[in-house]
């Protein structure tokens, strides 16, 4: 369970096997790295482990356990301990549409108690982190406070910039903040967690540092409420985060993150933070709320709750930045992680399968993610004739490949570049924003009607399936994504080109063999065999109102899916184990109700089958000795997911 993603570098995950323990259980890292984080609370002087405590201290008591659920923007856990009840709210506010509230790198822990028998209990609350935040056991650290914010800021020391172990982020601050409360106590230590833990427990209180002294070398730091007497609730909040001022190198140009055009140190922008609590949550709640209701009167009830597991996955990759020396609003841009597979910057094919969530709730960040891409090749300094794979090896340096060596997949990312570009024009009417790029166009669409009808021996998408030859999917994208520049361009030529590419696809012995089952025929692996492949491709055909292929490809299609349908799902295609929960909903989006519904509840069976510990991933294995098991990790690719809303709502619905 994913507890928060506003940190944008570190992620905190709770493993799902560790929700029944969580008054010893520990966060992760998305990679798997432990991360120290507690809360504890003193009942009437007896003190409990509510959270994270995995050694607990003598003559401490474990919280009970009650229940433990998510929304789209929460994880909420309730315990009882004594007289009290306890509910940790790990709150991360997704705002699309708000670049401010969006881009802070702060997540929320609201802890609210309540007496469960009707009679005063003497309450006191302390949470801590530790080191293992900066990636390092050597640490710089201070403390301030600011408008009544108590803060501690710490980092590795001699960490450079974008260094990272683990995949863990080195470089930066991490923020650990608590706000004085009129009618409770607040009190803050930095040192050893024992002796922190000890002091809380012994006496309710933290003895504070002097403001700006520097903090203990391997220590934790804390902060505990004295809440008194608490006869019916009270609540208390803490804010965590990661706080990197340059946070992209986009072509050797510092990027930070937008909210520092009004809030330019971590003080002012962690006091607007917890100001703006009221806000936030109250668009979180219609967030969850829309997101339970459309979701379910889609397609049921395990849709929404992929959709309520995927929305912080998909928000919680993206940094979105303006020029770190001019902070000039009017030059955001976004920038997206390919978390897990490798660490590539902005990666076509990975903006692509994520393509549904921004048409739903904020199709501009289409535009904020390509804008990077298409300001590198229109510079000219991508040799290639095709669109690039990436902007950069190694988050967070978007340096591009002057000398064309990235991951080559020529159609792939050509194809998916004019793919996205319509999706924006008709999600937004904005049909100025590409005419900057007009001089880049023609060359990309030439090269899909000279390349893209029998493609060559190179990758997809897919390419843990390695490279293909003639391979129907690409021909499809080149058609589809023809099609599109059609419509960008207002040519109707390409179009027609598009058509005549889909034509020559469907002949029999080509793109197409016929089901000994359903008798119909059915799009194959590559041009003249039986092998078949998930056709996710025509999907933006569906979406984008385009006529490439006939209306009846998708009719067998989804009759076809089934038929090949394994224990766990359907493969990505005939010769794999494995398949992937961001082009199985984009299937099902263009399928029947049931074809689609089958699609929903094989993707729900894995992310509920309590086989995986790790953050959600989209791919997994449906068949073999591993069925059910997870590869990668909490990629934002799952924005795919939205697949279904998208082509039944349409843009901005959410």
Known sequence: MEI???????????????????????????YGNNLGWSVLANVDRQTYNLFGVSRPAVNTKAATVVTASFTSTHSIFVVTAGNAQFTLDFFSPVSPKDYVRQSLPFSYLSITTATTNGRPSDI?????????????????CSNSVSNGTHLYEFSANGATYSQSRTELALWGKVVFAAHQSEIHTLSSMSGPSEATRAQFQATGNLTALSQGETCQTGGSYGFAYRLGLIQKSATVRYAVGVVREDAINYLGSPQTHYYRSQYSDIPSAVNHFFDDYDAALKESNDLDASTKNTGTSLAGKNYSDILALSMRQVMGGIDLTIPADTLNTSEVQAFIKEISSDGNMNTVDIIYPALPFFYVFAPEYIRLLLDPVLKYLKSGNYPNPWVVHDIGTNYPNATGYDGGNDERMPLEETGNLFILVDAYEKATGDKTWAKQYDSIWPGYAVYLDNYGLYPSNQLSTTDGLGAFTNMTSLAIKAAVGLSAYSSISGQQKWGGIG???????LMPGIGTANSSITKLPYLDLTYGTKDWYLTFNLYPQALLNLTTFPSSIFESQSDFYPTVRSQGGVAISSNALWGKTDWDLWVAATSSEKTMKKFVDDVWAYASNRKNTQPFSDRYYVKGDKEGLAEFRARPTVGAHWAIWALVKGPNSG
């Open 4 to 30: 928060f993603n506003s940190t944008r570098v570190i992620r905190p995950w709770l493993p799902g096997d560790q929700v029944a323990k969580l008054p010893t259980a520990q966060p992760q890292f998305w």
């Open 124 to 140: 006191d609350i302390y949470s801590d982190i530790d080191e293992s935040w900066t990636g390092d056991k050597a640490n710089s």
């Open 499 to 505: 058509a005549a590419f889909a034509a020559t696809i």
